[in-house]
């Protein structure tokens, strides 16, 4: 469909509108397709660009809720992590991890032995096992020993949170919603007292219209309005392989205040993270690591792997993001809560907080929320599974590719293939992207900026040194051919692009 016919479809009236295209959103958009529901989704920049593009990555229980006696967070997001691992091999996927113990340090073996018993109570099954000192050295070879007593194994998982996204938006456009990015809903539209619609401009091309909703969703997340919401900042860095060589996620505790900070392998990197402090810049800027939080991840690392020598230059990225926390009034930003909020009025929800983990129940809670916005329409609300698992059939390519096409792409990884050119099969660089997947986002998966394609459709940005400047010929040329994008608008899509990178993705100043 054309950009005019989708947006002349948009008024008529939809039975939900929600705003906002990070995970909440599409993870509404889904669940509200798939039983039966007209739904749009808006998102005023690109799908993921805000928090769900730049989470640690971990679909995970979080044993530190658990810690601080969050038991039903956690059962919860251990039973989303387990559905998740069962629907989308290949985009979620599990991670060993190891969090060595230390004399004198707390939480000690027993401490943590019963927690990782109640997390594998949770799962419905046994994935933790204690090592003594030689085994967790001979599994993490470059970790601090000094006063080593051994460590604890057991198993979460990881994903790509930009692609979980646009998976979910993919499934639900696939089903017959409607989803644009780079288009604002600007107000509300109100009708006694009942928010009946959303005034949106096209940030592109200035178009303005009204689209009229049974029920709107605000899934802004920070942005939300009406709500007393605490801004926190996680920054990561991000480091080669070969710098530091991990085979499983390390829990690290910094020497400085016993916080815990991870290390692990993701997508051929190792990435560092997170810190967790008060964001006081304008939210309407993309947030950047500071100087400070560099240092003190530094500082983590090389406290726990004193023999790596890791350093400034090492890092090959960073990036920051800033979380919707409902403020509690704790004054340790990493105590506060990490639940999710859903307030209604007249034709609106709102739903923020939360983890990516959850992203199921939170959309179901939404939609559970505007049910009686809807009536007389119905709708089912029961729990189902997340995505159907897909498969790649044998081919020249490696079994863990094709499982991660699978994972990324669901059910649209064979016509990928299908449709790539001979040397578009290969990957790019050492990285583990193919060039077919450079093309196939430019041609299908609503690229507006190079931003899009480089730091979300795939994550070349992050992964390769100086945003993927190395790559840019090959990229320029699809570009060309797939968005028609002339040698005036390439240039000045580089010049943005290679400005973002330095200023929000590099060392900070
Ligand atoms: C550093 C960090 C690490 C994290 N790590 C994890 C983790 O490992 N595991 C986990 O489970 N969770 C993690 N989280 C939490 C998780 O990332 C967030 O809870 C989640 O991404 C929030 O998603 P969201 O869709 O609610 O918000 P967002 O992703 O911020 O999406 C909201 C969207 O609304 C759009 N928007 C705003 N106003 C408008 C408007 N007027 N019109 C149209 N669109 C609008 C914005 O552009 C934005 O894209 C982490 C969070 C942070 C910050």
């Known amino acids: 469909m054309t950009g005019d016919a989708i947006w002349q479809r948009l008024s008529t009236p939809c039975d939900v509108l929600i705003i906002g295209g990070g995970i909440t959103g599409a993870a509404i958009l889904h669940e509200a397709t798939r039983r039966g529901l007209h739904a749009v989704l808006v998102e005023r920049g690109d799908f993921a660009s805000a928090t769900s593009s730049r989470s ?77 000192s030689e085994e967790t050295q001979r599994l993490a070879p470059t970790i601090a020993t000094a006063e080593l007593t051994g460590a604890h194994l057991y198993t979460d998982a990881t994903t790509d949170d930009a692609r979980l996204v646009l998976r979910l938006i993919g499934h639900a456009c696939d089903g017959g919603a409607t989803a644009l990015n780079y288009t604002n809903a600007t107000s509300v539209v109100r009708r006694d007292g009942r928010v ?95 100087r400070a939080e560099l240092t003190y991840l530094l500082e983590a690392l090389q406290a726990q792997f004193p023999r790596s020598d890791l350093c400034e230059s090492d890092i090959i990225a960073t990036y920051a993001g800033v979380r919707p926390v409902i403020d509690d009034g704790q004054s340790d930003p990493s105590k506060a809560g990490r639940d999710h909020t859903v307030l209604t009025e007249p034709g609106m929800v709102t739903i923020t907080g939360g983890k990516l983990t959850t992203f199921r129940p939170m959309a179901l809670a939404a939609l559970r929320a505007c049910a009686p916005m809807l009536a007389p329409k119905t709708f089912s609300l029961d729990e189902r599974p997340i995505f159907t698992p897909t498969t790649l059939p044998v081919s020249n390519l490696s079994q863990a590719t ?46 507006v900026h190079l931003d899009d394609l480089l730091l979300r ?51 900070p100043a």
């Open 56 to 132: 640690s990555k971990l679909v995970h229980g979080g044993l530190r809720y658990l810690a601080e006696g969050k038991i039903g967070l956690t059962r919860e997001s251990v039973i989303e992590r387990e559905a998740l691992l069962h629907a989308a091999p290949g985009l979620v996927d599990p991670m060993p991890f190891l969090m060595p113990h230390y004399r004198g340090r707390r939480p000690g073996r027993l401490e943590l032995g019963i927690g990782l018993a109640l997390y594998d109570l949770f799962a419905g099954r046994r994935t933790h096992r204690y090592l003594d």
């Open 196 to 290: 009946v619609g959303a005034e949106v401009t096209d940030g592109e091309s200035n178009r303005k219209t009204t689209i009229p909703a049974r029920a709107v969703i605000n899934a802004t997340g920070v942005f939300a309005t009406g709500l007393r919401l605490r801004p926190l900042r996680g920054s990561h860095l991000l480091l080669p392989d070969w710098r530091l060589p991990l085979a499983q996620a390390i829990a690290l505790k910094h020497p400085a205040d016993g916080r815990p900070v991870f290390a692990y392998p993701w997508l051929g990197a190792t990435l560092v993270g997170t810190t967790d402090v008060d964001h006081h810049d304008a939210l309407t800027m993309e947030p950047q690591i500071s």
């Open 402 to 447: 094709r499982q991660r096409l699978a994972g990324r792409f669901g059910p649209h990884a064979s016509t990928l293939l299908a449709e790539a050119r001979e040397d578009d099969t290969q990957a790019i660089g050492a990285l583990p992207f193919l060039w077919a997947e450079v093309r196939w986002s430019a041609r299908r998966e609503h690229v």
């Open 457 to 507: 459709r795939t994550r070349i940005g992050l992964l390769a040194r100086n945003g993927g400047a190395a790559f840019l010929p090959r990229i320029r040329a699809i570009c060309q051919e797939e968005l028609q994008w002339d040698d005036l608008r390439m240039a000045s899509e580089e010049a943005h692009y290679k400005e973002r990178i330095a200023l929000r993705y590099g060392l």
